[in-house]
T-cell receptor, first 115, second 115 residues
Framework: DTGVSQNPRHKITKRGQNVTFRCDPISEHNRLYWYRQTLGQGPEFLTYFQNEAQLEKSRLLSDRFSAERPKGSFSTLEIQRTEQGDSAMYLC?????????????FGEGSRLTVL | AQKITQTQPGMFVQEKEAVTLDCTYDTSDQSYGLFWYKQPSSGEMIFLIYQGSYDEQNATEGRYSLNFQKARKSANLVISASQLGDSAMYFCAIETTDSWGKLQFGAGTQVVVTP
């Protein structure tokens, strides 16, 4: 399978715990994006990387959220001290350098439930 | 800031019929791209079609076509000859020159195709 891979697919955790999601992009893609999708809404942009550089993180929802892409390949999204409002689907996408006719390839997402 | 509006929360369509999904957008940028994605119950966002703001022709991809009316700021998706596998959520999204890759999504339209 050469698509975008995310794991775990589902995570149930108790409030206050830390969680980490992993995204493996399509191998030749140098851009990687994280989105969050809550029930009944479209995805919401969080952050993105070009290679290992995080080019925007202002949309990360709070300082409890952090993302890394240490070697410019896979990425992790960590949520510390989870809250019930963090329950959502976390989507990863990758692309080649963006041009006006580029395309984002999304993974199947990691669904987080905070009890 | 950009905004996408999808006014149809849900639609039923009979197999083999065509369906039009509405999307209006608001942006002050002259250069932008419009996307449609399909999200089945599995959660993955599947790219369907793209329209650039400077494209003179309406985009088409197989059974999908985009009715782009720039002056009205609308980008409606037409699915011809609906199939049962078309049942899914459909999202319209926009990206602009200063936000390539950072798509702004609408709330989506749920399509159910009936035999």
């Amino acid at each position: 399978d050469t698509g975008v891979s995310q794991n775990p697919r589902h995570k149930i955790t108790k409030r206050g715990q830390n969680v980490t999601f992993r995204c493996d992009p399509i191998s030749e893609h140098n851009r990687l994006y994280w989105y969050r999708q809550t029930l009944g809404q479209g995805p919401e942009f969080l952050t993105y990387f070009q290679n290992e550089a995080q080019l925007e993180k202002s949309r990360l929802l709070s300082d409890r959220f952090s993302a890394e892409r240490p070697k410019g390949s896979f990425s992790t999204l960590e949520i510390q001290r989870t809250e019930q409002g963090d329950s959502a689907m976390y989507l990863c996408a990758s692309s080649q350098n963006r041009g006006q006719d580029g395309e984002l390839f999304f993974g199947e997402g990691s669904r987080l439930t905070v009890l | 800031a950009q905004k996408i509006t999808q006014t149809q929360p849900g639609m039923f369509v009979q197999e083999k019929e065509a369906v039009t999904l509405d999307c209006t957008y608001d942006t002050s940028d002259q250069s932008y791209g419009l996307f449609w994605y399909k999200q089945p119950s599995s959660g993955e966002m599947i790219f369907l079609i793209y329209q650039g703001s400077y494209d003179e022709q309406n985009a088409t991809e197989g059974r999908y076509s985009l009715n782009f009316q720039k002056a009205r700021k609308s980008a409606n998706l037409v699915i011809s000859a609906s199939q049962l596998g078309d049942s899914a959520m459909y999202f319209c999204a926009i990206e602009t020159t200063d936000s390539w890759g950072k798509l702004q999504f609408g709330a989506g339209t749920q399509v159910v195709v009936t035999p």
